[in-house]
């Protein structure tokens, strides 16, 4: 193939993928090329006579694998969120691949020899604080990878990553077929009572698009407890609706036998590497370090969240017998009580809410409004600008000063081709090597209205727009040489800071009130509501924390495992099971937030050891909030601080060095265990 959008970088603005020429056929032929193209230039690094230097070597490293770049941003993005039968045929073909050719370069000896020798020297090569950096990650990152193996070490490490990538593959596509197979259909509309008429009106559209004309279709979220629980009236819908939930994935040749493998194949890697397990191996680059300050931190959050969480079952079973029930609180009652207590504790009724939170003017008015207040940006859409999808909306992002910043898009709404979830991907990242700016893409999973209605938010929708957006400014304020630390290349126990430093602007009094309008009277939210609401919020600060305690320990147990013997006729409900309650969060009204048949984070994404990340990553934002909320400063000023020291300078610092660069001192957990109401 000649002819192929991927072969040459981008013309359109930003170097905007040119999504309007991609076609299906053009990502296999690119990622062979790629691959190709990066080896050869690997192998002109090694062919160099005389002693390495940084320019030769390291630098060079830097300069290799564009199109092989260029491609796989593109087709890893399109898989998660518009993926079909062709995408996952190439997936599965190019996955294993792909996991070779980074083999082919991290075990490469000549490679590795001048990267060593280099850093051997490194203190005499007049390196700048970034270029010296690059050098010891990229010397990290391959003694990791297994360039210190002997070869049969260095085969069967081969062998591990190309099963584990295979898997990977199968497991998020067995995911996507399976949530979509969960699907509940409801033929009697009176099943519905609860729901808004929006959200019926939503039901039905999706029903027809399904194939189930003059039915209702819910569809699934990736976790656990879906959205409707909360709505419901009916208790046997809200049982199909939770089992229906809990069991995806699970069954002869699903993904709990996979997950099962891939912990077994972990375990085997991390000790042939020389860890003990696999979290230890995965941990010891993170900013946590060890698995014993992440068991250390747990540890002081698993009791008071489990007292916490059974003081609210006790009032939700409370309201339930009130009521006239008298059966015990199982799960597919919890967010159903929950509301009904919250709306006659403190007077917020959940449906209520959503006519405040119109989709345009929560992202125009409160989170693009909340960017220019603590950082000084605008953002313009670009309508001339091709997504990859129809929905996609691309906005154009400048600086206080005008200058052009990069392109942020949009991807917002649900559909059957997208996984669930939220997320953030770079399309374009930042780099003075190769002088680009960012490209970025947040994708939401926001139930589509019908057409001609206004999206409305759940207040939780409105929290994810917000989460997602702050990974987007910490790809598009990026301010580095180096791609390798470009934007979100920070660890992953890291990485989920900034986003929820971003939470808290939805709350804060003037940007809630710009945007929390009602969308038939244009009335801001009342005062006393959002205060209402706050407290509303605190009274599920339990079932919250264990809910996300039980996956988190989850994953950690499956990634503990110190041997892939230990696993040998494993059942992955039955470790689940166990899992769970030597933990002690095994409460059966509160399933964890992914069981192991969807734990996509783990098995198909880069979480797997790392799903403590967000509430690791929490301690930092928790003390953020604090100092942003001291007065010491203006929020603006605040704002340039935290983007100057942290924000743009991605993973080219130590990143509790540059925490501390803008608080002053270390992170403390008190706020957060404040925060979530662990102590008084």
Do not use: C
């Not at 400014?473 to 989920?496: A, K, N, Q």
């Amino acid at each position: 193939m000649t002819s192929n959008p991927f072969f040459e970088p981008s013309t359109l603005p930003y170097q905007l993928p040119p999504f309007a020429d991609i076609r299906e056929e053009h990502y296999l032929p690119a990622f062979e090329r790629g691959m190709a193209e990066q080896l050869a230039e690997i192998a002109a690094i090694t062919a160099l006579d005389g002693e390495p230097t940084f320019a030769d070597t390291v630098a060079a490293l830097e300069r290799s694998g564009t199109l092989l770049t260029r491609v796989a941003n593109v087709f890893f993005n399109i898989r998660s969120s518009d993926s079909g039968p062709g995408t996952d045929a190439i997936e599965t073909e190019i996955s294993p691949k792909l996991a070779a050719h980074e083999d082919a370069i991290h075990l490469d000896a000549a490679l590795f020899a001048r990267i060593e020798s280099l850093y051997n020297r490194r203190d005499a090569l007049g390196l700048d604080a970034e270029e010296a950096r690059l050098l010891e990650q990229y010397r990290t990152r391959f003694v990791r990878a297994g360039a210190r193996l002997d070869a049969a070490g260095q085969a069967r490490l081969r062998e591990l990553n190309a099963e584990l990538a295979t898997a990977s593959t199968e497991f998020g596509q067995n995911l996507l077929a399976a949530t979509n197979a969960a699907t509940v259909i409801v033929d009697k509309p009176e099943e519905l009572a609860g729901l808004s008429s929006a959200a019926i009106a939503a039901a039905s559209e999706n029903a027809k698009s399904l194939g189930h004309p003059g039915a209702w279709a819910l569809s699934f979220q990736n976790f656990s407890n879906q959205p409707v629980l909360a709505e419901l009236s009916d208790r046997d819908l809200r049982r199909r609706v939770m089992a229906a939930s809990l069991a995806r994935g699970f069954g002869a040749g699903g993904n709990g036998a996979l997950a099962v493998r891939m912990a077994a194949l972990r375990a085997e890697r991390a000790a042939l590497l020389g860890y003990p397990d696999h979290a230890t191996y995965s941990v010891e680059d993170q900013t946590a370090k060890t698995a014993e300050a992440v068991e250390e931190m747990l540890g002081r959050v698993v009791g008071p969240a489990v007292a916490n969480a059974e003081r609210e079952a006790a009032d939700l079973t409370a309201a339930m017998h009130a009521a006239g029930s008298d059966t015990e609180l199982e799960s597919w009652d919890w967010q159903y009580w929950s509301e009904k207590v919250r709306a006659e504790r403190f007077s917020v009724d959940a449906d209520a809410l959503r006519p405040y939170f119109e989709l345009d003017r929560v992202l125009r008015d409160g989170v693009f409004f909340a960017a220019g207040k603590a950082y000084g940006i605008t953002l313009e859409e670009r309508p001339d600008l091709v997504g990859y999808h129809p929905e996609v909306r691309v906005f154009e992002v400048f600086d206080a000063d005008g200058t052009a910043l990069g392109l942020f898009l949009g991807d917002f709404f649900t559909r059957p081709s997208k996984r669930g979830g939220a997320w953030m991907n770079p399309l374009v990242s930042q780099s003075r090597l190769f002088d680009t700016q960012a490209v970025v893409v947040n994708n939401l999973n926001i139930v589509k209205p019908p057409a001609g209605e206004p999206a409305l938010l759940t207040w939780d929708n409105v929290r994810t727009l917000f989460h997602e957006f702050g990974h987007a400014l910490h790809g598009l304020f990026s301010d580095v040489t180096y791609p390798y630390f470009s934007g979100t290349e920070v660890p992953r126990d890291f990485v989920e800071f900034p986003s929820q430093v971003n939470e808290m602007w939805m709350a804060q009094p003037e940007v809630l009130a710009n945007y929390a309008k009602h969308i038939e009277t244009g009335e801001a939210m009342p005062a006393e509501l959002v205060e209402r609401m706050e407290a509303a919020e605190r009274f599920g600060n339990g079932f919250r924390t264990v809910e996300y305690l039980g996956a988190t320990l989850l994953d950690w147990a499956w990634h503990r495992v110190p041997a892939p013997e230990a696993l040998t006729g494993v059942d992955a409900e039955a470790f689940e099971d166990e899992a769970l309650r030597k933990a002690g969060v095994a409460l059966a009204a509160i399933p964890p937030r992914y069981r192991t048949g969807y734990f996509a984070h783990i098995f198909a994404g880069g979480y797997g050891a790392g799903y403590y990340s967000y509430i690791w990553s929490e301690v930092l934002d928790a003390d953020t909030v604090d100092w942003f909320n001291d007065g010491a400063a203006s929020i603006r000023e605040k704002g340039e601080a935290f983007r100057r020291e942290l924000l743009s300078r991605g993973g080219s610092v130590d990143p509790l060095e540059a925490f501390a660069a803008f608080r002053g001192r270390a992170p403390e957990i008190e706020p957060l265990l404040i925060r979530r109401g662990l102590v008084s």
